[in-house]
T-cell receptor, first 108, second 116 residues
Framework: GQSLEQPSEVTAVEGAIVQINCTYQ??????LSWYQQHDGGAPTFLSYNALDGLEETGRFSSFLSRSDSYGYLLLQELQMKDSASYFC?????????FGSGTQLTVLP | GAGVSQSPSNKVTEKGKDVELRCDPISGHTALYWYRQRLGQGLEFLIYFQGNSAPDKSGLPSDRFSAERTGESVSTLTIQRTQQEDSAVYLCASSSGGGQAGQPQHFGDGTRLSIL
């Protein structure tokens, strides 16, 4: 089976940097993905890591260490619109298993 | 539109009734997924379709749940004899390629199901 752990809540101020961690246990690992979901909205894809290291996409970066079964999402220059839930998800050959999500609140 | 479309957006029904939820994936996407999301929780995988292959039904919580997909087009999720614990948002997603982990899943806005 697969299981993931991520913090339930994170709070930061506008302009700051925040890191959301994700640890996982899985059989058959095909990569770690991150999704963003605003209240009442659809999840949207942010990033994917198949190999160890850092992937950067604008203000967002994602990191993976397969040996530690650990990854994180780094959000820089936080904006109010970044307030949302962030889900990590591990992939098998055919499907994703999602974590319970981290609610990020950005304060002015 | 170009995105995943789900209908209805909201559904309120009485306990014991059957409901049918619809998903129109992005044109050309071979993989289609259904998820359930309870309030404040993560996404719970229900079922996966890939082209004309047999669907992966491993996430369906009971035999009251079923889903169909015709080719690479519309899918319907049916819940029979609904129970109050079925109240949730039901999300559909599609992706290109073979549905592997690295293929981004594109989600619809979901159907918010409320069982009275």
């Amino acid at each position: 089976g697969q299981s993931l752990e991520q913090p339930s809540e994170v709070t930061a101020v506008e302009g700051a940097i925040v890191q959301i961690n994700c640890t996982y246990q899985t059989s058959g690992f095909y990569g770690l993905s991150w999704y963003q979901q605003h209240d009442g909205g659809a999840p949207t894809f942010l990033s994917y890591n198949a190999l160890d290291g850092l992937e950067e996409t604008g203000r967002f970066s994602s990191f993976l260490s397969r040996s530690d079964s650990y990854g994180y999402l780094l959000l820089q220059e936080l904006q109010m619109k970044d307030s949302a839930s962030y889900f990590c998800a591990v992939g098998s050959a055919r499907q994703l298993t999602f974590g319970s999500g981290t609610q990020l609140t950005v304060l002015p | 539109g170009a995105g995943v479309s789900q209908s209805p957006s909201n559904k309120v029904t009485e306990k014991g009734k059957d409901v049918e939820l619809r998903c129109d994936p992005i044109s050309g996407h071979t993989a289609l997924y259904w998820y359930r999301q309870r309030l404040g929780q993560g996404l719970e995988f229900l079922i996966y379709f890939q082209g004309n292959s047999a669907p992966d039904k491993s996430g369906l919580p009971s035999d009251r749940f079923s889903a169909e997909r015709t080719g690479e087009s519309v899918s319907t999720l049916t819940i029979q004899r609904t129970q109050q614990e079925d109240s949730a948002v039901y999300l559909c997603a599609s992706s290109s390629g073979g549905g592997q982990a690295g293929q981004p899943q594109h989600f619809g806005d979901g159907t918010r199901l409320s069982i009275l």
